[in-house]
């Protein structure tokens, strides 16, 4: 794993931009969409645009060659689960709030790595920054502005989503040997196959009447804020390692903080700008604790 340049920190903030963009869109998306329609909508576009990409490109698609196994399971824990999550929760939590709490991904990320990744062990500087990151996030739960008994569950649910995310990176390291055009094609494939009939059973689509902001907003979350930032995070995932991609994580809520503010008017607290210090400050810790070790 090589010291992060400039080119990579550059990527990281550009893949949290993206992904910063995507909560208000979610938000606005779930007005007329239900969670499990707008998780299943996202992949379908993203899947339209990766697969005419890579027949643009004469990039091979795999999706059901030998690895089609764990393209199916990628699929699943890195796409299905948490775009449900995220979508299913920010129904009543302001997107900022949900952008925010995507920062656990690093959490999640330097445990995992810990277990299973032998480049990714823990020191005190990395310990460090990961118990002020989580106690941010602790003390965003206290503000009953944003957080109280109706909306409690819903919040937690969005944490799901960035554990998912980290354990898909898990198991994407498996296939690090193979393009990048060609992983995320094949996951999307697999995502959409299995996905569809889970929809039509437990949620009719057909009888949905989407308004057209819904319909751009979900369209953007297929084609850029996924199908593009999947590549940018595959790209990133193989050349930094699990933890420096999680940090991704630590920079959405700086963009998802903007952006609710701007296009959705979404408050903004005081402990939301405490919550978002501690976090910053974790990233710098942790990216810190990486550059200790290098030298």
């Not at 690090?176 to 569809?196: C, G, P, Q, R, Y």
Request: a positive charge; proline letters at 3%; one cysteine or more.
């Amino acid at each position: 794993m090589h010291k992060a340049s400039l080119k990579d920190f550059f990527l990281l903030i550009t893949l949290a931009a993206i992904w910063g963009s995507a909560f208000f869109n979610i938000k606005i998306a779930s007005d007329t969409y239900t969670p499990m329609t707008l998780a299943f909508g996202r992949i379908f576009f993203a899947a339209l645009v990766m697969v005419l990409y890579c027949w643009m490109k004469g990039i091979k698609i795999e999706a059901f060659g030998e690895n089609w196994k764990m393209y199916a399971l990628i699929g699943i824990v890195n796409l299905i689960l948490p775009f449900f999550f995220i979508s299913f929760g920010i129904v009543k939590v302001q997107s900022n709030m949900a952008a925010i709490l995507m920062s656990t991904a690093p959490i999640f990320a330097t445990i995992l790595g810990q277990l299973f990744i032998q480049d990714e062990k823990i020191n005190f500087l990395k310990l460090l920054g990961i118990v002020i990151g989580f106690l941010g996030i602790v003390y965003l739960f206290s503000d009953d502005l944003l957080i109280n008994q109706t909306n409690f569950l819903y919040a937690l649910i969005i944490i799901l989503g960035p554990f998912f995310y980290t354990l898909g990176g898990l198991f994407s390291l498996k296939l690090k040997h193979i393009k990048n055009e060609t992983v995320t094609s094949s996951i999307l494939i697999w995502a959409v196959i299995i996905f569809l009939p889970i929809l039509f059973i437990v949620d009719n689509p057909t009888e949905l009447r989407p308004s057209w902001t819904s319909t751009v907003s979900l369209f953007y979350l297929g084609v850029v804020a996924t199908a593009i930032a999947w590549l940018m995070r595959f790209y990133i995932l193989k050349n930094n390692g699990l933890v420096f991609q999680s940090q991704v994580a630590y920079i959405i809520p700086i963009f998802g903080l903007i952006f609710g503010y701007l296009f959705l008017g979404e408050k903004i607290t005081y402990k939301i700008i405490v919550a978002l210090i501690a976090v910053l400050i974790s990233t710098f810790l942790i990216e810190k604790s990486k550059k200790a070790k290098i030298s």
